[in-house]
């Protein structure tokens, strides 16, 4: 895995830019196996040719500015998707703002303003349904016309199947969405993730004796509500835990929380970033006559993800570090 993992904007002076990486070109959303491949020829392109290998992504994701008012269930967050990109052994990142300017920016100028003029690439990976530019007139066959004609390398990555069916990020959410996450853990190559700081709660957990560091995910999150064994990050160490999702009918039946119960642990997380990898569904959400009932479900959900943790002891995603 490279040392640094370098990330160029659209507010990196020119200078600073190294020219001559071979990039793979996607949305990345996700950093999942159909990703994984394009991102590997792209590097495997890259070490022939003695140039660095890039990926180059957009944020917001163009569906965001195309459909402002549409909720948008986004499998990683810009800051994921840079940790799991770093992840992979790239050199680094070119993240381009999507906005009006680059909506209206037709593909053969993106190639050789943008491509060419700015990256000044050697190669580049796309997936075989990867369009870009104004229209999305932009395509894998466009890229291969014009790499012959401007000398760099073209590499177009058929689909990636699994149980007979294309691995991509919407075949993810929908699991996520069903509760299936041993179906997303597969397209994805590793857990899915969120990241997000602990804030403070009812203490409702506390009294029970399962005190919890809470999460408040982003509101279109489409994970389906219930409860999961999980595996959280904090700073180097992996503490293996259960956690609910969902709005806690049994109490206030409010607004989508994430609460984390870690076992054995009992330090103060209050204000911290924690990643949490979720790794197994146990159940889904329920409402209880009684607290008695509710603690003995507890009990249960508790001894099952342990169980299905120790039955992944090493499940966690391979994340890199940037900035």
Known sequence: MTEKFSIVRDTTPAADIVKGAVVA???FDGVHLGHRVVISAAMDMAKKLGKPAMAVTFEPHPRSFFSPNTPQFRLTDQTAKL???AGTGLDGAVVMTFDAHRAGTSAQ???NHDLIGRLGISGISVGYDFHFGKGRGGS???LT???RRLGFGVHVQSHVDILERPVSSTAIREALAEGHV????????????ISGEVIHGEKRGRDLGYPTANIRLDKNCGLRHGIYAVRAGIGDRRIDGVASFGRRPTFDNGAPLLE???FDFKDDLYGQTIDVAFIDFIRDELKFDGIDTLVRQMDDDS???RAALAASPNAFPKLGKIG
């Open 109 to 111: 100028d993106f190639i």
């Open 25 to 27: 070109l996607g949305n």
């Open 182 to 193: 041993a179906d997303a853990t597969e397209m994805l190559g590793g857990p899915w993730f």
């Open 303 to 305: 001894a099952k993800a």
């Open 83 to 85: 940790r799991l990109l």
């Open 145 to 147: 016309s014009e790499g």
């Open 260 to 262: 984390v119960y870690l």
């Open 140 to 142: 894998p066959a466009l």
